[in-house]
DNA sequence: TAGATTGTTAATCGATTAACAATC
DNA sequence: TAGATTGTTAATCGATTAACAATC
């Protein structure tokens, strides 16, 4: 699989990508042209080629690409296969919404832990992860190296919070807390989930024309 | 305040621009220039100036911007002075969540209701918010009409209650759920909050190289 | 084979950056 | 006034679209 230097619009359409070509699977489609996907995608079929194009050559000519070798090359793309482990900082509602009700492992994630400073909640499981108090975070992933901590602690907690996930090591921060995080000189990934921006966006473009 | 054609890069800016002039206001800056807002937001001085000349003029030559001013024109250009409301739309863990953490007010909008279709939940309120079962929704929105609806309703009811939203003539839809709504030959508009898609993102940042 | 559709190169379009006269 | 910094016009850069030879 080459690498050239992909941009952030391309990769912002990758999972798009998967998410179509999932649906188009569960349809019983097995094979698509750029075209016909860019119209279910309302992309055009040059893009899709060129999109595709930097990771490699998945389709053929005369024919198009077939569905379920296209969502898989996809799902390798974007790291589904790597094993990656999460695990969960927070357990208010937000923390329980995902643990309850988001399927981590429909993303190639599997999560193992969850950290509050509750201590009514503290030893307890949610759908069968465990929680563990934020002080053995450290030791936990000493021991547990892992991919992805997500964030949904409260707003005066989340810096802090950030900065131990550095420390010790993880790869990404899933960051749901509305603020933008100062993590500096590592090679940390912050992936950032704004409520607070999505909603003013959806504001401003229903207030259209004074 | 003049309206040209504000490309969708600019828009998504905005949210970014009010957040930081928040900050700068709460941390008592009473102006900034765009070189230095530039530097604490990781863009250039060029593309801020750019960015706010589609919709006026708001600093002064030698001086720079008064934060607080600046402020309140982004927070006028993005309709949160519009008195907006809002209702939810299933009081599930993600729905909860959002009611009783979510800021709905610093956005400009007014949570006015929420619905589900669980009778142990109807009648009852969530942070002062009644929940109404779902059958009265298109009454609720006739005697007050509303700006959004928040989709947290399960993947099943989305597309379902989409329609019924659009039906009843909401202005933007809020979409929680996973799914790519089709709401077609309307002019609600849908702004999505695909999780999935964000953590799928994240998992590409973090498997860089094979 | 003929028709369809790819991967890729070239052309266009749009967004970002640079430069600078205007002016506080 | 002199220095700073704007708003805007021009230059550059990057991303999208179009075109087409290659080929299944």
Not at 19 to 26: F, P
Not at 49 to 76: H, I, K, M, P, T
Not at 94 to 104: Q, T
Request: aromatic residues 8%; hydrophobic residues 40%; proline residues 3%.
């Amino acid at each position: 699989m080459k690498r050239q230097k992909v941009s952030n619009a391309v990769i912002r359409r990758l999972p798009r990508y998967y998410r179509h070509l999932t649906d188009l699977s569960q349809t019983g489609v097995q094979r698509i042209s750029s075209s016909a996907l860019g119209m279910a995608m309302n992309l055009t079929a040059s893009q899709i080629r060129q999109d595709l194009s930097c990771f490699g050559e998945f389709g053929q000519q005369g024919y198009g690409y077939n569905v379920e070798s296209l969502r898989n090359e996809v799902a390798e793309i974007l790291g589904m296969t790597r094993a990656h482990t999460a695990i969960i900082l927070g357990v208010g509602n937000l923390g329980r919404a995902l643990i309850e009700n988001f399927h981590f492992d429909r993303g190639g994630f599997r999560l193992t832990a969850a950290f509050d400073v509750n201590p009514a909640l503290i030893g307890t499981q949610v759908s069968g992860v465990p929680i563990y108090p934020v002080e053995e975070l450290e030791v936990y992933l000493k021991e547990n190296p892992t991919s992805v901590g997500v964030l949904t602690v409260p707003q005066s907690a989340a810096n802090d919070m950030a900065q131990r996930l550095v420390q010790s090591g993880v790869k990404g921060i899933w960051n749901f807390t509305n603020l933008e995080l100062h993590v500096e000189d590592s090679n940390t990934v912050v992936e950032d989930v704004h409520f607070a921006d999505s909603l003013l966006t959806l504001s401003y473009l229903i207030s259209e024309a004074p």
